[in-house]
């Protein structure tokens, strides 16, 4: 077992944090979880963990949390994850995810935490001029939202320069699926995933799925992205954790599947038609995102087990069919 037995989890009552939360305590870590719940759900903690509940922008929120659990690594999740919401309110973005992230370290640094994982993204690269994207790639953000991720990147890279942080930057890609069996998937509001958008077309919430560009220069004319079960995702931070892996790992499949080829596995999954209705492109979406994993298979074993797009949309499937409505009601 690893030394550090303490562990800090922020947004862990988010769809990513939250499992990973049941992976740490599963494995006998001591976890406290802070969360605002403003995005995640109370419903989604584990209750074998300790609950802080405060907000990263209010610094005496996070100052007594980690007082009080005085961490030996920090997991961190709470950030806002949506692209358009970061186009139409960037300061919004920058206020929780960059002063947030700020205030973060702070209290890290008071109560000598020197490990922090993070969860970073590929919008942080912006728009790729060779496939598939490896950690040295140029990363040039489009968007405030990969921006607010790069910027926290670089506040701790001058940490490690300066004080000793031992940072690691997973940037993820397309993260889908769910854990039908802690009840643990995909409840967003407003929701912008792909997958779930789909199922809801199947679950007769929604007549059709909007797919935004049908002409691109793929083979079947719709965006490619590489897609990971949110459990490949969470077993990539332990790993981390417990291999001391230091640095910028992707977290992708090394292919990519297109929006169409998602729709026609969400059909054969549940058995519904799941018309779509092709609309015009949205502005700065690249034809195609997919990542090289193999530094991340080197340095730390991470091999994904789940990734396949039929485990992860039938796991999708029973989550979203057990909870049409969402987990809080």
């Known amino acids: 077992m690893f030394a550090m037995k303490r562990i800090l989890v922020t947004g862990g009552g ?15 870590y001591e976890v406290s979880v802070f969360d605002n719940f403003e995005r995640g759900h109370r419903a989604f903690v584990d209750r074998r963990a300790a609950l802080f509940e405060g907000d990263l922008r209010n610094r005496d929120d996070i ?5 009080s659990v005085r961490p030996e690594a920090v997991l961190h999740f709470a ?17 929780n995810n960059v002063t947030g992230g ?4 702070a209290e890290m640094d008071a109560v000598a935490c020197r490990r922090i994982i993070f969860s970073s993204s590929c919008a942080t690269y912006g728009i790729p001029a060779t496939l598939p994207i490896g950690e040295d790639s140029p990363q040039r953000p489009t968007n405030p939202y990969g921006q607010s991720k790069l910027m926290f990147e670089q506040m701790c890279a001058w940490l490690a ?8 930057f997973l940037r993820y890609f397309n993260a889908a699926g769910a854990v039908p ?3 643990l998937g995909e409840d967003h509001e407003p929701e912008t995933h792909i997958i779930p958008n789909v199922l809801k077309v199947a679950l007769g ?14 083979p079947d004319g719709t965006c490619i992205r590489d897609y990971v079960h949110v459990k490949d995702l969470c077993s990539a931070h332990l790993l981390a954790l417990e291999r001391n892996a230091i640095g910028a790992y992707n977290l992708g499949t090394g292919r990519g599947l297109s929006v169409l080829e998602i729709v026609d596995a969400c059909r054969r999954v549940t058995g519904h038609p799941i018309p779509v209705d092709i609309r015009p492109r949205r502005l700065g ?4 995102l997919y990542a090289s994993g193999e530094k991340a298979r080197r340095d730390m074993g991470w091999n994904p087990q789940f990734s396949d797009v039929e485990t992860i949309v039938r796991d999708a499937w029973d989550f979203h069919s057990s909870h049409p409505e969402g987990v809080e009601t």
Do not use: H
């Not at 320069?161 to 690691?168: A, D, I, Q, R």
């Not at 979406?285 to 195609?288: A, M, Q, V």
């Open 205 to 218: 919430r929604c007549a059709a799925v909007p797919v935004f560009g049908g002409d691109y220069p793929t």
């Open 285 to 288: 979406d690249p034809p195609s």
């Open 181 to 183: 069996e802690w009840e």
């Open 102 to 105: 700020f205030n973060l370290l």
């Open 63 to 67: 100052r007594r949390a980690c007082a």
């Open 79 to 95: 950030a806002y994850a949506l692209v358009g919401e970061s186009m139409s309110n960037p300061l919004m973005y920058f206020d």
């Open 14 to 28: 988010g769809y990513i944090g939250s499992v990973v939360t049941r992976q740490l305590l599963d494995r006998g």
């Open 161 to 168: 320069e300066s004080k000793g942080l031992m940072p690691t």
